[in-house]
């Protein structure tokens, strides 16, 4: 019996040496440790022998069956270990590689100078309204005073899709279909896209962006217009901000102006940015609306007048953030845009 012991076991240490995975475990554990395995024929094998022999076989098969399920537990845990291993080589992840991160985009400078202005006029008790793109020349030029032979209405000037259509070239046509849509008073901004035949260099583009201010009411006078543009330009660039107005012309306003305010890189001392003069570019016209326009809108101007003017949108955060070219605003720099 010591001799079959013997044997079933140096065959079980041959065997689990050649076991690599844990298929081939259980396959020996079921031919050494199951209800027909070696082990259990063994101890079918000692009601043959004699009782003085009985106990001496049942403690070495015993001690077989034990040696045999630890070598099997052993061997288990080792394959484990390995195939974990494997598998985390194969899947690890180099936690402190640098990877590019997604970040969360913002809004262009663009559109937060846009939000910002609109929030001004909106804390002053104006309100916000769109309009299209594409407009009529009615609209654009007719009602507001312009007469066909007006530089602004050349093609070399403005983007006609027909006689008729256009894009729009300033966003004072929403003066026109504020008052024959609203009723009076009136007071609102509207801010957007607007296009011109203009080539592009450090000041001008094709397309840029205005904002339009229309107020229309009794009793409106130019001392309201000034105190308005006082209020909306040291909200926007700070109390130290100085206006300068000079007299212009547009067809739609008049009396008209131009406002130029303190340059923001010298603070109006003179520097090359602003040709030593103290101030920075013109930064929008406006003046009090033409009697004719309130009337082409259906407006009696003997009892109502009123004030507009219209700025630059890219005009103003050149200003803001003294910025010298406006190609900067649309060139999707990442080295700019991430500045804001």
């Not at 012991?5 to 199951?34: H, P, Q």
């Not at 306003?253 to 570019?281: A, F, H, Q, R, Y």
Request: charged residues 30%; glycine residues 6%.
């Amino acid at each position: 019996m010591e001799e079959n012991i013997k044997e079933v076991l140096a065959n079980f240490e041959s065997e689990i040496k050649e076991a690599t995975d844990l298929d081939k475990i259980e396959k020996l554990r079921v031919n050494y440790l199951g209800k027909k395995g070696e082990i259990t024929t063994l101890k079918k094998s000692i009601a043959k022998l004699s009782k003085e022999e009985k106990p001496q076989a049942g403690k070495l098969i015993n001690e077989a069956s034990k040696k045999i399920e630890k070598a099997l537990e052993e061997k288990n845990e080792e394959v484990k270990a390995n195939l974990l291993k494997k598998k985390v080589e194969a899947e690890k992840i180099d936690v402190t590689a640098h990877f590019d991160k997604a970040h969360s985009g913002h809004l262009a400078v663009i559109n937060q100078t846009m939000e910002e202005l609109e929030s001004i006029f909106q804390n002053m008790g104006f309100d916000v309204v769109e309009g299209p793109e594409v407009d009529t020349v009615k609209y654009v030029f007719d009602d507001l005073n312009s007469p066909k032979d007006h530089p602004a209405r050349s093609t070399s000037d403005t983007f006609y899709i027909n006689d008729e259509i256009l894009l729009r070239p300033h966003t004072s046509s929403m003066q026109i279909r504020v008052m024959k849509e609203c009723k009076l008073p009136i007071k609102m901004v509207s801010a957007g896209r607007v296009f011109r035949n203009d080539e592009v260099d450090a000041t001008h583009s094709p397309m840029f962006h205005q904002l339009e201010c229309l107020v229309v009411d009794e009793k409106v006078s130019m001392a309201n217009l000034k105190a308005t543009l006082e209020t909306f330009i040291k909200e926007m660039f700070g109390d130290d901000m100085k206006l300068r107005y000079r007299p212009h012309h547009f067809p739609f306003t008049e009396p008209s102006l131009e406002v130029d305010v303190t340059c923001p890189i010298c603070k109006g001392k003179g520097c090359p940015s602003c040709g030593n003069t103290g101030w920075s570019m013109e930064l929008l016209g406006g003046g009090m609306v033409h009697p004719k326009v309130l009337e082409n809108c259906g407006i009696d101007s003997e009892k109502y007048t009123g004030f507009a003017f219209g700025l630059g949108v890219d005009r103003i955060a050149m200003v803001k953030y003294g910025l010298d070219d406006i190609r900067l605003l649309y060139d999707n720099d990442k080295r700019f845009i991430e500045q804001f």
